[in-house]
């Protein structure tokens, strides 16, 4: 079936670093696309979110991007911290309902 | 954002018995929840949605008559693991949409079946 997958299932960098995860998605018909960071132990906690009738997307430290030619979608974080190491999730939700997709999961590990 | 809490935290539990899980809107009243379930290192899968006053709906593959879901309030939904078995260890986790496009996840409940 159709669902959201990710690239990489680790990442690690060190502190100071862009971190860039990538996410690829296979339903067309999806129009909204959240990314979540979860820590160990912990719920996902909303990150940054983006529409499908943008392409690019700011918030503080993070950026979105979506291409909708090759259904990709990707979180770009500047100047990592050590205390963004967690699992990176993105998720999509089809124009029908409201229940999200999610992929499986970028382990992002940043060092001192 | 919404303000979800999960109750217990977690909890173990022997093999046969039912476990009950709280998930509270603190500052929103939810006529829709949604149960999730986690299992190690795996992405979050949906379970069920939880309807304020009516039935729930599952996702395919899920035993309605095993994970029992009551939203009886706005503001408070539970899922029941009856009969749990070793399986059934995994975390769980709700959240609850306060716009059509907006989704706040609780802290989650970590379940350990012996």
């Known amino acids: 079936g159709e669902s959201v997958g990710l690239h990489l299932p680790t990442l690690s960098v060190q502190e100071g670093d862009n971190s860039i995860i990538n996410c690829a998605y296979s339903n067309s018909a999806s129009d909204y696309f959240i990314w979540y960071k979860q820590e160990s132990g912990k719920g996902p906690q909303f990150i940054i979110d983006?529409?499908?009738?943008?392409d690019k997307r700011q918030g503080q430290r993070v950026t979105v991007l979506l291409n909708k030619t090759v259904k990709h979608l990707s979180l770009q974080i500047a100047a990592t911290q050590p205390g963004d190491s967690a699992v990176y999730f993105c998720a999509e939700k089809l124009q029908a309902g409201t229940a999200l997709i999610f992929g499986k999961g970028t382990t992002l590990s940043v060092s001192s | 954002g919404a303000v979800v809490s999960q109750h217990p935290s977690w909890v173990i539990c022997k093999s046969g018995t039912s476990v009950k899980i709280e998930c509270r809107s603190l500052?929103?009243?939810?006529?829709?929840m949604f149960w999730y379930r986690q299992f190690p290192k795996q992405s979050l899968m949906l379970m069920a949605t939880s309807n304020e006053g009516s039935k729930a709906t599952y996702e395919q593959g899920v035993e309605k008559d095993k994970f029992l879901i009551n939203h009886a309030s706005l503001t408070l939904s539970t899922l029941t693991v009856t009969s749990a078995h070793p399986e059934d260890s995994s975390f769980y986790i709700c959240s609850v949409a306060p716009r059509r496009n907006e989704q706040f996840f609780g802290p989650g409940t970590r379940l350990t079946v012996l």
């Open positions: 983006i529409r499908s009738n943008m």
């Open positions: 500052d929103f009243q939810a006529t829709t």
